[in-house]
């Protein structure tokens, strides 16, 4: 099934590259008149693949520390509850009356979105993929969260039976714009057949990946696979002295 792909720009926006064309000549003949476009480099890291995937490379090339996590904050256009799976089915961690709440570094988590207001007796199951983090003033963490933000248009989508993959993204200061409306965000669209991770680096640096479909759990057979491992979970309630739920190293979902 076709989807949707996004790259939200969490701050400011950033900066587009221009593809860039080589130009030979032999025997004479002049073939700038046909430009070959340069080899696009190889990117590991995409959106499409494995959930999970992703996450673990990031903590291969620059491994975290055993203490970073990045707050979120969950916020659906109308309203919504949202909670977050540390392990497995077990009753997810509930998030802060905002949406806020502290997700490790490399760890890949399944949320579940309930008591819509725009949406009665809808749950939504979007996973959120953590690849890096932000560097807030210390004990301060949960006053700057990454916006995880799902629109009434994208909920469509979701519940029409088709994936909404979005990345978010820190811009790039230099070429930052001059100014954005506050609460407003950078969000740029791209076709199915796109890179998403390598959009959004072009523009800044990735946070995280967030997917949002309309599948959900089997209340009377739970698969443990669709929970994926979750991990380490730092309620916003206990940022400022209280420790993180569940300490482990980060791995694939089996």
């Given at each position: 099934m076709r989807g949707c792909l996004r790259v939200t720009t969490v701050l400011l926006c950033g900066l587009?590259?221009?593809?860039?064309?080589?130009?030979?000549?032999?025997?004479g003949q002049d073939l700038r008149r046909f430009p070959r476009p340069s080899p696009k480099p190889y990117h590991p890291f995409n959106a499409k693949l494995p959930v999970?995937?992703?996450?673990?490379?990031?903590t291969q090339v620059n491994p975290p520390c055993p203490g970073d996590f990045q707050f979120v904050q969950f916020v659906v256009e109308g309203g919504a509850r949202s909670r977050v799976f540390a392990r497995g089915p077990a009753e997810p961690v509930p998030t802060s009356e905002d949406g806020r709440i502290g997700l490790a570094v490399g760890y890949t988590y399944r949320v579940v979105l309930s008591e819509l207001t725009n949406f009665p007796g809808v749950e939504l199951y979007p996973s959120v993929e953590v690849l890096g983090r932000t560097a807030p003033p210390p004990g301060?963490?949960?006053d700057?969260?990454?916006p995880v933000r799902f629109t009434t248009e994208e909920i469509e989508?979701?519940?029409?039976?088709?994936?909404v993959t979005k990345v978010l993204h820190l811009e790039t200061p230099q070429f930052a714009a001059p100014a954005i409306e506050p609460g407003k965000f950078e969000v740029a669209d791209f076709p199915p057949r796109a890179n998403l991770l390598a959009e959004a680096e072009l523009r800044g640096r990735p946070i995280?990946?967030?997917?949002?479909?309309?599948?959900?759990?089997?209340?009377?057979?739970?698969?443990?696979?669709?929970?994926?491992?979750?991990?380490?979970?730092?309620?916003?309630?206990?940022?400022?002295?209280?420790p993180p739920v569940g300490?482990?190293?980060?791995?694939?979902?089996?």
């Amino acid at each position: 099934m076709r989807g949707c792909l996004r790259v939200t720009t969490v701050l400011l926006c950033g900066l587009l590259m221009a593809s860039t064309f080589s130009v030979t000549s032999a025997f004479g003949q002049d073939l700038r008149r046909f430009p070959r476009p340069s080899p696009k480099p190889y990117h590991p890291f995409n959106a499409k693949l494995p959930v999970g995937v992703n996450a673990l490379l990031a903590t291969q090339v620059n491994p975290p520390c055993p203490g970073d996590f990045q707050f979120v904050q969950f916020v659906v256009e109308g309203g919504a509850r949202s909670r977050v799976f540390a392990r497995g089915p077990a009753e997810p961690v509930p998030t802060s009356e905002d949406g806020r709440i502290g997700l490790a570094v490399g760890y890949t988590y399944r949320v579940v979105l309930s008591e819509l207001t725009n949406f009665p007796g809808v749950e939504l199951y979007p996973s959120v993929e953590v690849l890096g983090r932000t560097a807030p003033p210390p004990g301060r963490e949960a006053d700057f969260p990454a916006p995880v933000r799902f629109t009434t248009e994208e909920i469509e989508i979701a519940l029409s039976g088709r994936l909404v993959t979005k990345v978010l993204h820190l811009e790039t200061p230099q070429f930052a714009a001059p100014a954005i409306e506050p609460g407003k965000f950078e969000v740029a669209d791209f076709p199915p057949r796109a890179n998403l991770l390598a959009e959004a680096e072009l523009r800044g640096r990735p946070i995280a990946i967030v997917r949002i479909g309309g599948r959900t759990p089997d209340p009377n057979y739970p698969e443990p696979t669709f929970y994926g491992p979750g991990g380490p979970i730092w309620p916003a309630a206990n940022h400022t002295g209280g420790p993180p739920v569940g300490i482990a190293p980060p791995h694939l979902p089996k």
